[in-house]
């Protein structure tokens, strides 16, 4: 597609439950971001991938947060034993590499997560 | 590490009012700058940006300087319109030689009404 997809667009689960959030970057974008944001608060940064590189997870808020990439392509973000704090719109974005990766990146239009 | 501190909101304005939405960063080395703009249903897109000391960036009416004697890269408009409602976000990309580390750090968000 022409931009970034993310699905499902809305998720409700109960607490204690593993979800599965999904990220199509643009084609040709080596670099894949994911953020959250929480109600009335900024975006938080999560993970950062970037080619073949080791991804930066340092934002990454506690163990049961994961994502993966497989190659340059769809990213999946998984949240294990969901909690109710984890209510947020996750955002995924992507952007072109090389020495200036991240000079313009493009959103999807975020998974509400919403845990009972 | 770095940091981006936007004016808390939300602003609102009647039309044709002139905007200043106040962005200060804390960073090492020497940043590219940005503001990001999500419309009411859509997602966060880049509105302008600036990629070293005292450039201005500027789209659809908006400017914003780099001030690297202020830290800072306020966001202006002189006459704003309904349409221009929205929450703006100022962010900052670490560079470092001319080469980015790739991560954005946004700041919280700023939520614009504009009323006719």
Sequence with gaps: GAGVSQSP???VTEKGKDVELRCDPISGHTALYWYRQRLGQGLEFLIYFQGNSAPDKSGLPSDRFSAERTGESVSTLTIQRTQQEDSAVYLCASSLG????????????GTQLSVL | GDSVTQMEGPVTLSEEAFLTINCTYT????????WYVQYPGEGLQLLLKATKAD???????FEATYRKETTSFHLEKGSVQVSDSAVYFCALLGLAGGTS????????????????
């Design chain 1, 98 to 109: 090389g020495a200036r990766v991240g000079e313009k990146l493009f959103f999807g239009s």
């Design chain 1, 9 to 11: 667009s809305n998720k």
């Design chain 2, 27 to 34: 960073a090492t080395g020497y940043p590219s700058l940005f």
């Design chain 2, 101 to 116: 580390y790739g991560k954005l750090t946004f700041g919280q968000g700023t939520i614009l009404t504009v009323h006719p």
């Design chain 2, 55 to 61: 450039d201005k960036g500027s789209n659809k009416g």
